[in-house]
């Protein structure tokens, strides 16, 4: 799997628990059981350490997911210790909420904390 990098930039307020929140409305992957696409919103909250992501790096980095063959259970996890190695947040939760496939809807939320981890997914 091959994706885009996550740039960053330091932090200037270093200490501070100011909140960052993203969304990716239009997150694309591919079922990897009938190769259709998903879609769904990404949502991103984190308190910075040292580091933020940088924008445009962000939206590349969701992007390149449009092709790759991913569970949405594994997206969630894959973008959570992506964002964790590219900046070590103080803390991060990552939610994706995926269109309805069947007449199912799918949320997956995880999270990290420093010094620890913690998942909470459901479908």
Known sequence: MRLHPLDVFEYAYRGEAEEIHFTCPEFTAICPFSDFPDFGTIRITYVPDRYCIELKSLKLYVNSFRSVRIFH?????????????????????????????????TVVKASHRQGRASANDGR
């Not at 210790?81 to 809807?105: H, L, T």
């Open 73 to 105: 259970e594994h997206a969630v996890r894959k973008i959570l210790n992506d964002f964790v190695a590219a900046c070590a947040p103080r803390s991060v939760e990552i939610e994706g909420d995926f269109n309805v496939r069947g007449n199912i809807k």
